[in-house]
């Protein structure tokens, strides 16, 4: 079987989303990675819960960051706690994101700064 890979890439200074027929992979940037303690995740398509687009990401963004790095209303990168479980969040003004919520995973939810998150959001499968 041969994997087909679509690759969301943003500038530099964004995480990468790419998806396969099975997974979705977040690569963070390095600056993500120190500021945000954030590391490379993958998921398979089957754990995908629902998908929106989020026209202000970082109002988007719910709860309590432990750990990572907030500006608020300018950047957000790391993990937020709250209610609604744990979040992966790399966001910043201005820039639509696209939010992925999962079941069974490290992080109930995906909240991604990205150029387009109508392609990565038609890239993911429909909601269960």
């Known amino acids: ?4 890979v679509l690759e969301f890439g943003n500038d530099d200074a964004m ?15 390095r600056a993500e ?8 995740l ?4 089957s ?3 629902s998908v929106d687009v989020v026209p202000d990401g ?14 608020p209303g300018l ?14 969040v790399s966001v910043r003004r201005g820039q639509p994101a696209v939010r992925v919520r999962l079941t069974g995973q490290r992080f109930d939810t995906l909240l991604l700064g990205v150029d387009d998150p109508a392609a990565v959001a038609g890239a993911l499968p429909p909601a269960r």
Do not use: C, F, N, Q
């Open 75 to 88: 950047r957000l990168i790391g993990t937020w706690r709250g209610r609604g479980g744990k979040s992966l």
């Open 33 to 40: 990675r120190v500021l945000g303690l954030l590391r490379d």
């Open 58 to 71: 970082p109002a988007a963004a719910r709860g309590v960051r432990a750990p990572g790095l907030g500006l």
């Open 47 to 49: 754990a995908v819960r």
């Open 15 to 29: 995480a990468t989303v790419t998806t396969t027929p099975r997974t979705l992979h977040v690569s963070p940037t």
């Open 42 to 45: 993958e998921v398979p398509l």
């Open 1 to 4: 079987m041969i994997d087909i």
